[in-house]
């Protein structure tokens, strides 16, 4: 299928050393996920589960220790090809404060994907880079300034701004929401669905508040203890959720009843 991205039978395992001694900690044991054109997938489950690691071997910045990712129907393993795919699948993580350099100006940050990748002649980037500050509602004088002079909403959507330079077809959002007040992460939302809408982006959204899931994705993937456990159409799951850990997961909701009633918001 054009465009999908899938994690095929993924295991991961860290070697960790307690009081002298080694053991192997299996974070990711045998998850698939596939990832369609336009898709908005959820990915949910307590801390420690796996998601992230699960999406870091996606993009390849993790290595499976079993499995494989395919972009495109096809395989992804060579340098060569985990390169070609971090042009088509880019992810922004939790942290708006580390992640962008503190001594680069904005726009530098901005200008710096296309240059890595030389897709972009150097005389272009600049309006390019004017363009994306606009389409997530910065001012493009935003370029000007370093990020200790944004505030954490203005820093969140740079990162957004900065994994969509290259025009991908997917997005991996690890946690971006969490941490910014509600009105900046619906702001913030509103954006995910336009650009979902409008460049036909499928996104795996990762997120402890199931509100927030219900409420963006079609489809949900529910991890425990680094296993898939459940997953299927959003309202199918959070209506009639099959598995005991899901259960309790929505439970631990206060309101639960009016999220499982169909309500959005
Ligand atoms: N580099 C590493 N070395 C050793 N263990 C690791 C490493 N990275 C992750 N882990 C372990 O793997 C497990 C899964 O971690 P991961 O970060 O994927 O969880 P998560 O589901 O994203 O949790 P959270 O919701 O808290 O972000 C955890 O037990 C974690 O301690
Ligand atoms: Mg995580």
């Known amino acids: 299928m054009s465009g999908a991205l899938v994690a095929d039978r993924i295991t991961k395992t860290f070697a960790v050393s307690r009081g002298g001694t080694t053991r192997e900690l299996r974070a990711v044991n045998d998850v698939s996920l596939a990832v369609a054109p336009g898709e908005i997938v959820g990915l949910v489950g307590e801390s420690g589960c796996g998601k992230t690691t699960l999406s870091r071997i996606m993009i390849g910045i993790e290595t499976a220790t079993a499995g494989a990712i395919t972009y495109d129907g096809r395989p992804v393993r060579t340098r060569a090809e985990w390169r070609a795919l971090r042009r088509s699948v880019q992810s922004v993580f939790q942290d708006p404060f580390t992640a962008l350099c503190p001594t680069m100006r904005i726009g530098d940050a901005l200008a710096e994907p296309l240059a890595i990748h030389g897709i972009c002649p150097p005389a ?60 900046v992460q619906a702001q913030v939302l509103a954006l995910l669905i336009a650009l979902q809408e409008g460049l036909g982006l499928s996104l795996v959204f990762i997120s402890h508040d199931l509100r927030v899931v219900r409420y963006l ?43 499982s009633a169909g309500a959005t918001t």
Do not use: W
Request: with cysteine; glycine share 6%.
């Open 124 to 183: 272009e980037r600049k309006e390019r880079v004017s363009r994306m500050l606009e389409m997530v509602g910065l001012h493009p004088d935003m370029a000007r300034r370093l990020p200790n002079q944004l505030s954490g909403g203005q820093r969140q959507r740079v990162n957004l701004a900065r994994a969509l330079m290259l025009e991908p077809k997917v997005l991996i959002c690890d946690e971006i929401v969490s941490g910014l007040d509600v009105s």
């Open 217 to 259: 994705c079609t489809r949900v993937v529910v991890m425990y203890m680094g296993e898939v456990v459940e997953q299927g159409d959003v309202e199918a799951v959070f209506d009639h959720p099959q598995h005991a850990y899901t259960r309790s997961l929505l439970a631990a909701i206060p309101d639960h009843s009016r999220l």
